[in-house]
């Protein structure tokens, strides 16, 4: 494997291992709907302590899912979804292969008779 390649691999993997954990799907899920935000609103949503919700920040920042921007002594998180591009193209096969498993048993369905009352 090229440097390149395992780079790559390890930038996956971040964004893989921080998407493992439902707290950092669901910080991501409230960057995505109600945009950027500072720490302090985002907490609120969590029944946990300041430093834990920023150990999860931190893995989402070395994902590069998320981006930090000081304003004061306020820090604001955006959601970066780029990475989340190579999650769906890693994806994308094994939903096709699901789709096409889904098919066929439609398929058989349509064409067995039906058990209705006689």
Request: aromatic share 6%.
């Amino acid at each position: 494997m090229t440097a390149t390649g395992a780079r790559e691999e390890a930038v996956a993997d971040r964004v893989f291992a921080a998407l493992a954990n439902a707290t950092r799907r669901e910080v991501l899920r409230l960057l995505r709907d109600g945009g950027p935000q500072p720490v302090q609103a985002l907490a609120e949503h969590f029944d946990m302590r300041r430093p834990s919700l920023s150990e999860h920040l931190k893995v989402l920042r070395d994902a590069g899912l998320v981006s930090e921007q000081r304003s004061g002594r306020q820090r604001i998180y955006r959601l970066e979804a780029a990475p989340l591009a190579e999650v769906q193209d890693w994806l994308h096969p094994y939903e096709r292969f699901w789709r096409d498993r889904l098919k066929g048993l439609g398929d058989l369905l349509d064409h067995m008779p039906d058990d209705g009352p006689t």
